[in-house]
């Protein structure tokens, strides 16, 4: 039913994409610097940086907020001192990031400080001719209190650049569930790059 609905979004979405877009060139985003944050979690893949919460940049609402602490790894710089917030409700919302097919997955790490059945959904906001279309990529399960790294999360979206659009696209994360609450923080996009 969920892989449906996902393709069911997916064809909208290409239809949905700037006219003549089928006829255009890949989509590529500019080269970035990579780090390979997860590689002690057997992830050897290199990494650029979407938010790390030590600046504003996202947009929060529902009561989302920075607050002081930081995952224990500071894979994000000895110096990173903060995190987000998300207590049931709450939503951030990441600034524009460009995204290729050569851009296949998030991760990010995660904190469960509320009920153990709380979870944080993540989704990518695609712009469109009709507005912002919002698509499941991901759900984080965590009944611990300790930091953890999430899985990689497929963006899936990514394969519309082969017909030339949408490239930028905004990543939404937001705790569901009854008395949900969740500290998140250095949020990553795997780039697939070779080097």
């Not at 069911?8 to 006829?23: K, Y």
């Not at 899936?156 to 998140?184: H, Q």
Request: hydrophobic share 40%; glycine share 10%; with cysteine.
């Amino acid at each position: 039913m969920y892989a449906r609905k996902l393709i069911g979004s997916l064809v909208v979405a290409t239809a949905l994409i700037a006219p003549g877009a089928a006829h255009a060139a890949p989509l590529t985003c500019p080269q970035e610097p990579t780090v390979r944050v997860f590689r002690p979690w057997l992830d050897p893949s290199p990494y650029v940086p979407i938010g790390s919460f030590e600046a504003d940049g996202w947009t929060l609402t529902g009561g989302a907020s920075r607050v002081p602490g930081n995952e224990p790894w500071r894979v994000g710089g000895a110096g990173h001192a903060t995190s987000l917030k998300l207590p049931a409700g709450a939503t951030a919302v990441s600034p524009p990031v460009c995204i290729s097919i050569d851009r296949p997955t998030i991760r990010f790490f995660a904190r469960n400080t509320g009920a153990p059945l709380g979870r944080v959904r993540a989704t990518v906001v695609v712009p469109t001719l009709l507005g912002e279309l919002r698509l499941p990529i991901g759900v984080v399960l965590n009944p611990s209190e300790r930091w953890s790294p999430t899985l990689p999360m497929p963006v899936i979206v990514n394969l519309l650049t082969l017909l030339g659009g949408p490239g930028n696209v905004r990543f939404e994360l937001t705790a569901a569930g009854y008395k949900s609450e969740w500290l998140v923080d250095d949020v990553y996009l795997d780039p697939y790059s070779k080097h």
